[in-house]
């Protein structure tokens, strides 16, 4: 299982970024997908899922309403679109194939400063 996040940099508050995931090695459109994230000095957390076929969605509070996870299963191909970013959204982010992150690949950083 291969998972290559990419996408992440340096934005200002109130801004977006659009994160993609490159999957390879299993099939991707028969499993749910995740992005999780981990802050400096905290714990790792998801911040959403979506269902093999990508018609369900899931978000925590802390991100519901400016995140939007998404995928193209004929590209093996994971997205998370983040809007109205804040600062606290600052972390390095992961697409996993499960909610602990067990089976994830190397993050990509997102930080959020003025």
């Known amino acids: 299982v291969q998972l290559q996040a990419s996408g992440g940099g340096l934005v200002q508050p109130g801004g977006s970024l659009t994160l993609s995931c490159a999957a390879s090695?299993?099939?991707?459109?028969?499993?749910?997908m995740y992005w999780l994230r981990q802050a400096p000095g905290k714990e790792l957390e998801w911040v959403s899922a979506i269902n093999h076929a990508g018609g369900v969605t899931n978000y925590p509070d802390s991100v519901k309403g400016r995140f939007t996870i998404s995928r193209n299963n004929a590209k093996n191909t994971l997205y998370l679109r983040m809007n109205d970013l804040k600062p606290e959204d600052t972390a390095l982010y992961y697409c996993a194939r499960d909610k602990l992150g067990d089976i994830r690949g190397q993050g990509t950083l997102v930080t959020v400063s003025s």
């Open positions: 090695g299993f099939t991707f459109r028969l499993f749910g």
